[in-house]
């Protein structure tokens, strides 16, 4: 079992910056991704971005640019920095883990990010 807990949401004006922090109940060194989506009213689950164990990166192309994800191994955290932010970014954003062994996805309560024009 792995809990994830978000943090870091809130509401800001277009372009600026908000950084989202999810806080992992195990060492995130045992799961091979961890990673952000988001959900607009009304759309589906999208992925924002990746970070597999061995580091590489993988974003969406609507936040390529903008959006930097990274981890802290010591301290169990993964980041989604977002630069740049635009009306078109406000969602509800979660927190995924991943381990390729186990059939469950593990997810966050999400923290809502509103981007004001």
């Known amino acids: 079992q792995v809990q994830l807990v978000e943090s870091g949401g809130g509401l800001v004006q277009a372009g600026g910056s908000l950084r989202l922090s999810c806080a992992a109940s195990?060492?995130?060194?045992?799961?091979?991704?961890m990673g952000w989506y988001r959900q607009a009213p009304g759309k589906q689950r999208e992925l924002v971005a990746v970070?597999?164990?061995?580091?590489?990166?993988n974003y969406a192309d609507s936040v390529k640019g903008r959006f930097t994800i990274s981890r802290d191994n010591a301290l169990n955290m993964v980041y989604l920095q977002m630069n740049s932010l635009k009306p078109e970014d406000t969602a509800v954003y979660y927190c995924n883990a991943h381990r390729d062994w186990d059939p469950r996805d593990y997810w966050g309560q999400g923290t809502q990010v509103t981007v004001s024009s």
């Open positions: 195990i060492s995130i060194l045992r799961l091979n991704a």
């Open positions: 970070i597999i164990s061995g580091g590489r990166t």
